[in-house]
């Protein structure tokens, strides 16, 4: 079955440092989403790539966070300098909507501990 | 008021209990509606989607209100295993695609 892939699985940073987490959406799949997740919470996208454009970044922390995907596949969040803010669960999704409902499916998620 | 609202809970029940929940969403051109279920410190999974004439997978059946804008999840039979947040999740196409995530409601099922 294929999976969105994510790494690392875990990171833990100071706070300053830069960190970069990488996702490798299920092959085909044009759309490509990164949220984050704070514990008791649901997730909350931080940003949306249709192919290699992003088509929604309004909740992405542009002062310190950036997001590409240069050959509209894989894609790359950094976050440079992390705050002890940051500390979070990363999670990239994608889906293509060929069919009716549009499922999106998860990766494993990149736990981020930011000291 | 949040676009997409769950109980968040907990819901502790005894082995064997049904148990529902419900999510309200307040976007009335929501197109498609899931049920994900997440187990601690990991990704969401798709559990079901919600089909307009309601759907059933098992011990699980899933409703979807749009005239109340509601949707449901009927746990029947609940196993240990259940234990997990399920997350509420409503789709449209606004502008982009967007999903929109409710909080999740934990539920414990006890032996």
């Known amino acids: 079955e294929a999976e969105v892939a994510q790494s690392p699985r875990y990171k833990i940073t100071e706070k300053s440092q830069a960190v970069a987490f990488w996702c490798d959406p299920i092959?085909?799949?044009?759309?490509l989403y990164w949220y984050r997740q704070i514990l008791g919470q649901g997730p909350e996208l931080l940003v949306q790539?249709?192919?290699?454009?992003?088509?929604?970044d309004s909740q992405l922390p542009k002062d310190r966070f950036s997001a590409e995907r240069l050959k509209g596949v894989d894609s790359t969040l950094k976050i440079q300098p992390a705050e002890l803010g940051d500390s979070a669960m990363y999670l990239c999704a994608s889906s293509s909507f060929s069919g009716r409902y549009n499922e999106q499916f998860f990766g494993p998620g990149t736990r981020l501990t930011v000291l | 008021r949040k676009e997409v609202e769950q109980d968040p809970g907990p819901f502790n029940v005894p082995e064997g209990a049904t148990v529902a929940f419900n999510c309200t969403y307040s976007?009335?051109?929501?197109?498609?509606f899931f049920w994900y279920r997440q187990d601690c410190r990991k990704e969401p999974k798709l559990l079901m989607s919600?089909?307009?004439s309601g759907n059933e997978d098992g011990r699980f059946t899933a409703q979807l209100n749009r005239a109340s804008q509601y949707i449901s999840l009927l746990i029947r039979d609940s196993k240990l295993s259940d234990s997990a947040t399920y997350l509420c999740v409503v789709f449209h196409t606004s502008g982009t695609y967007k999903y929109i995530f409710g909080t999740g409601t934990r539920l414990k099922v006890l032996a």
């Open positions: 976007n009335s051109a929501s197109q498609s």
């Open positions: 790539f249709q192919d290699e454009s992003v088509v929604d």
């Open positions: 919600v089909y307009s």
């Open positions: 092959s085909g799949h044009a759309t």
